[in-house]
Nanobody
Framework: EVQLVESGGGLVQAGGSLRLSCAAS????????IGWFRQAPGKEREGVAC????????VYADSVKGRFTISSDDAKNTVYLQMNSLKPEDTAVYYC????????????????WGQGTRVTVSS
């Protein structure tokens, strides 16, 4: 069974940091790109960052570039999203997903999805 399990969400003050984790199982981790997406209340799901486990390349949304860092630990089949300088606009449910393609943030190309972890950033 393919599983992606997010953890690490919580309530943080603006300017604070969180590290999200995405633990993957049930597929060949190194053949996939892993992406982070988020959905805020009243908004569509949007791409945040992704990493290709084939070559290590990364892609970031402009809104998080310079503040968020995505990384992968192959030994643990886990991808992390380090989020610094958090803003209230970052408040959302964050999902990780796996894509059998080169790293990208095109939602329709992701095959597997986790259940999400909630991040709330207070003013």
């Amino acid at each position: 069974e393919v599983q992606l399990v997010e953890s690490g969400g919580g309530l943080v003050q603006a300017g604070g940091s969180l590290r999200l984790s995405c633990a993957a199982s049930g597929f060949t981790f190194d053949d996939y790109a892993i992406g982070w997406f988020r959905q805020a209340p009243g908004k569509e799901r949007e791409g945040v960052a992704c990493i290709s486990n084939k070559d290590g390349s990364t892609v970031y949304a402009d809104s998080v570039k310079g503040r968020f860092t995505i990384s992968s630990d192959d030994a643990k089949n886990t991808v992390y999203l380090q989020m610094n300088s958090l803003k209230p606009e970052d408040t959302a449910v964050y999902y990780c997903a796996a894509s059998n393609h080169v790293g990208h943030l095109i939602i329709t190309r992701y095959d597997y999805w986790g259940q999400g972890t909630r991040v709330t950033v207070s003013s």
